[in-house]
């Protein structure tokens, strides 16, 4: 008997450890995914404050969000619903594989600077730095709203003094030619 509980509680204590560690780190994303996005940012460069808000209709308010190329913004993200919500910042591939990660594990907490979950009635903040021009998509993926549409997208505009193409130059004027 003595060999069957600590068997057991060696198994559901090697389970637990492997959960946490799971749950603690970056859920699946390397950092090169990571840096797609950006990077943290610091409290001390942010430039504005974009202000979301979380309902139980499963949308976030301000699904359209444009920043600029290394602009560091904090999100402040208040969830005006009854149930839990939070925003998640990722490539569409790490917020699928991560939306497929809550649905096995919907209690999982996160401490990633990319993320906030935030409980009803509260509110959360995500300071993020926007390195790259593109787009760059935001969840709640909290099991079954991510699939009701609880999307969001942020358009980051290249920073001014960047490369012009030939297809931007008029015919018979160089990128350099000046009026």
Known sequence: MTYRLRTATLAFALS?????????GSHGGGDDETAA??????????????????TDNMRFSSADIAVKQGETIRFLVKNSG???????????????????????????????????????GKTGEVVW????????????LQPGHYDAGMKGMVTVAGAVGTATTKADTPAGHSASHKH
């Open 37 to 54: 996005i950006g990077q943290p940012g610091k409290a001390a460069n942010v430039g504005r404050t974009i202000n979301i808000d979380m």
């Open 129 to 140: 730095q926007f390195t790259k021009a593109g787009k760059v998509d935001f969840a709640c």
């Open 16 to 24: 637990a450890a492997s959960a946490l560690t799971f749950a603690a």
């Open 82 to 120: 009854q149930i839990k919500h939070e925003m998640v910042l990722g490539t569409p591939k790490e917020l699928k594989e991560h939306y497929a990660m809550m649905m096995k594990m919907p209690e999982m907490e996160h401490a990633d600077a990319n993320m906030i979950t935030v409980a009803p």
